[in-house]
């Protein structure tokens, strides 16, 4: 069945680059009508949105967000991943990758990855 | 962005009594083509959320049937009808009919 697998270093120092990757395996990331993204959860709160690659190549990115996002897929490992810069500690979450069938059906999650934002 | 507003926060509920979940937007989710985008979401401690409904009161598939939505326009509701140990957690709603989509604040769910 369909899993997605979240990984990446789960301590970033402050001003840097955090960047996470997420495997899917049991199905592709090609396939038509099915949209990839990443949602954090900084502890002890709620989820938030951080963007979403379409199947078209298309990205949208939270606009709270999107000056410091990036997401992108290497479609021949089956992979996305997603880069975020300038990190502070209001960065410190657990990231979650996701799969949408549309209109934001997000019907599959990763295990999520702690990241933590600390010099 | 659309306002998603649950109630309440917290919820306490004694194992096999009912448990409802209110959640309030802040414009009509009812889409151009005749959907409403609203899901329900349960977030285990220590675990990934996992949706329960999905188009306001369509049941996961796995879902056990205790579990119930309804609602329309900007007024959506989640029904326990007896609570089990395993339902405790944090209940999100999303709704997904405008751009971008947006959660609730999340209902934390204990048992008393």
């Known amino acids: 069945q369909l899993q997605l697998q979240e990984s990446g270093p789960g301590l970033v120092k402050p001003s840097e680059t955090l960047s996470l990757t997420c495997t899917v395996s049991?199905?592709?990331?090609?396939?038509?009508?099915?949209?990839w993204g990443w949602i954090r959860q900084p502890p002890g709160k709620g989820l938030e949105w951080i963007g979403t690659?379409?199947?078209?190549?298309?990205?949208d990115y939270s606009p709270s967000l999107k000056s410091r996002v990036t997401i992108s897929a290497d479609r021949s490992k089956n992979q996305f991943s997603l880069k975020l810069s300038s990190v502070t500690a209001a960065d410190t979450a657990v990231y979650y990758c996701?799969?949408?069938?549309?209109?934001?059906?997000?019907?599959?999650w990763g295990q999520g990855t702690m990241v933590t934002v600390s010099s | 962005e659309v306002v998603m507003t649950q109630s309440p926060l917290s919820l306490p509920v004694t194992l096999g009594q009912p448990a409802s979940i209110s959640c309030r937007s802040s414009?009509?989710?009812?889409?151009?083509?005749?959907?409403?985008?609203l899901y329900w979401f349960h977030q285990r401690p220590g675990q990934s959320p996992r949706r329960l409904i999905y188009?306001?009161?369509n049941r996961d598939s796995g879902v056990p049937d205790r579990f119930s939505g309804s609602g329309s326009v900007t007024d959506f509701t989640l029904k326990i009808t007896k609570v089990e140990a395993e339902d405790v957690g944090v209940y999100y709603c999303?709704?997904?009919?405008?751009?971008?989509?947006?959660f609730g604040q999340g209902t934390k769910v204990e048992i008393k």
């Open positions: 690659l379409y199947y078209s190549g298309n990205i």
């Open positions: 999303l709704q997904g009919t405008h751009w971008p989509g947006t």
């Open positions: 188009k306001v009161s």
């Open positions: 996701f799969r949408d069938s549309g209109h934001w059906a997000i019907d599959m």
């Open positions: 049991g199905g592709s990331i090609s396939s038509y009508g099915y949209f």
């Open positions: 414009q009509s989710l009812v889409s151009s083509d005749g959907n409403t985008y």
